[in-house]
DNA sequence: CGCTACCTTGATTTCGGTCAAGATACGTGG
DNA sequence: CCACGTATCTTGACCGAAATCAAGGTAGCG
């Protein structure tokens, strides 16, 4: 059995998409995988996965659509954590304390697998793949939480939407998706929610960017014209101090 | 065998500090990962543990003393991460690269437990409550991770600052040491850093804290005097909308 | 077709960054 | 033990990026 028949497997297994890298999991322990795994049905957009205080029992992991998450303050102001696209795993961050601490929504109609954490922690136990997938994938968010902080101590509003753009665009690439032509799934007060701007900064950086012939923004449709000027954008290179 | 006496246990083998839960993991248990940690001998000031493009090979827990983690961009500025004390682990953002993707230094001589990875990763297969605990430890730091960033993308300098008081007097108190009367292991520079703040900004909240009577402050010593007033400054609070 | 949610643009304000200058603490070697 | 040099910390004056406030424009949906 060749190795790209396995990649093929793994890509249609709805919930491999997350858990899987090629070459990772033989096919036999594919299956035992898929096992766990309900499909459940399509979530409507607006509609939450899962809310803030929920008991934990499943990880999430994106098939088709997106979802935001997102916690909310005393005050009732939302406060988005994450965007995740299809193929992606959310819901992590609720393991440690057993209680989900942030909420999921829809962001679009979206197909969705449940993962049920019991079963996921038994099997991971047996299959050694599986184990050390899991721990990729949570460090991976790790490393991806620290990257986002770094962006928002340190850059300006114009480096953060591009660093947003790019990393968008990267991820439809995985996916197999063009990279410079997609359509943005969130409202623009998510990603300023996201990124630590204002609505009116965001919308602002768009059409600046439009001017100066690096984006196409038609509503929630975006085109990358220049990745190369978007890249230094993103970048910061904001003079050398000393 | 009381539980008072397993966690007795459990306290002094410095690995499992940040391994270990109380109840968790039996004496036999403890015993066997214990085993697979090695004691190195204790980090000078501003020496590094690892640094960024460093090989993974092994996990690392705070035994005394205190750890900065940190990257270096292009232009050769530090961006501080995070702050690890006895007790916590350090290095997991590693595991998904199989790389170290920042660098670790010690902020004043410190003992540190060096925790082989692949190892770990065979005794937590094998150990069902040690991989329960390594997700949730995992788990734990995601969540972590995105406090920081829901405060880095909304909250002010002086929210920010308190915060991270707050934060660090927890982290002591759930050590058995003084949660009003500390010292900052890092320097105001590291803190500013890591709160997306300028130093001038951090020393004059901190000179603020203490004419306001909720902190005094002697260069690195550090006392909070009005805990309540300290918690509605780290809050939030600005003004209500609509 | 009209309502509501979302997006854009402009004018004004403000928090915190930058620059500049001292003050204080610290480690090292004489 | 002290003197010197370097790190770190503090304080003040000024400035600028982005927030806020305000007002229209646009689009998707029932």
Chains 1, 2 share one sequence.
Do not use: W
Not at 126 to 136: A, D, E, P
Not at 219 to 230: F, T
């Amino acid at each position: 059995m060749s190795d790209s028949h396995k990649y093929v497997v793994s890509c249609q297994a709805c919930s491999l998409n997350a858990l899987c890298v090629p070459h990772s999991l033989t096919e036999e322990e594919i299956e035992l995988v898929d096992a766990t795994v309900k499909r459940s049905k399509p979530v409507q957009r607006n509609k939450t996965v899962f809310e803030s205080g929920d008991a934990f029992s499943s990880l999430y992991a994106v098939r088709s659509g997106a979802i935001k998450t997102y916690s909310v303050d005393e005050d009732g102001e939302e406060h988005v954590i994450g965007f995740y696209l299809p193929g992606e795993m959310f819901g992590m961050d609720a393991i440690s304390r057993n209680v989900h601490i942030s909420s999921a929504k829809a962001l679009e109609t979206t197909a969705i697998c449940e993962i049920p954490y019991n079963r996921l922690e038994e099997l991971s136990a047996k299959v050694h793949n599986l184990q050390s997938h899991m721990y990729r994938l949570l460090s991976r968010e790790i490393a991806d939480d620290q990257d986002l902080q770094l962006m928002l101590s340190k850059k300006t509003a114009e480096e953060r939407i591009g660093n947003f753009l790019l990393n968008l665009s990267h991820r439809y690439q995985m996916r197999r998706l063009s990279p410079t032509t997609f359509r943005l799934p969130m409202a623009r007060t998510d990603i300023g929610n996201y990124l630590g701007l204002a609505v009116e900064t965001v919308s602002r950086i768009f059409t600046r960017l439009q001017k100066n012939q690096i984006l196409k923004v038609d509503g929630k449709e975006v085109e990358i014209l220049d990745h190369n000027r978007l890249c230094e954008i993103a970048n910061a290179c904001h003079e050398h101090k000393h």
